[in-house]
């Protein structure tokens, strides 16, 4: 009985706090415990939540100061690490479209060092030419390095 009477006290009191809340605030409080609701409500047995609901919880907690006292669904530090996940996600994502813009410059410079080796060097064939770009440091194939040498012209002069 102790306990019901405790419990019920401090219900009301978590009420009367609502009284010193911003308007702000109390939207984000309801939106954030409306969204849990509609999460429970979604599954009969333990929630599973869904990408939108993880993203949901990472702005609420860029957006609003208090948003660890109405998270019951998962713990803050859960929502801290799914927030991390992203900051690496977009990071890698941002890391390897550089690294594919430096590879299309090397292809495009390693052929364009192809077809001036092979013009001003008209007796290399591709083997010498691949040995000279490994020790440019680009790593390429001896059969890619002929893809690239410019197409002899048959000569004319022999009938």
């Not at 609701?37 to 599954?43: D, G, N, R």
Request: proline share 4%; hydrophobic share 40%.
């Amino acid at each position: 009985m102790l306990k019901t009477i405790l419990s019920r006290l401090a219900a009301f009191l978590r009420s009367l706090r609502c009284i010193f809340y911003s308007n702000a605030e109390l939207r984000f409080e309801n939106m954030a415990l409306h969204q849990q609701l509609a999460t429970f409500k979604k599954e009969k047995t333990r929630p599973k939540l869904s990408g939108f609901d993880r993203i949901f919880w990472v702005f609420l907690r860029r957006l609003w100061r208090k948003w660890e006292d109405v998270l019951f669904i998962v713990k803050p530090e859960t929502v801290v690490n799914w927030h991390k996940k992203g900051f690496k996600l977009y990071w890698d994502f941002i890391s390897n479209r550089r690294k594919k813009k430096e590879q299309n410059n090397s292809w495009r410079e390693a052929r364009a060092l192809v077809r001036k080796m092979a013009v001003d060097n008209e007796t290399w064939g591709a083997p010498r030419i691949h040995g000279e770009l490994l020790k440019l440091g680009f790593k390429l194939s001896e059969r890619t390095v002929s893809r690239y040498m410019p197409k002899k012209e048959p000569s004319r002069d022999n009938p």
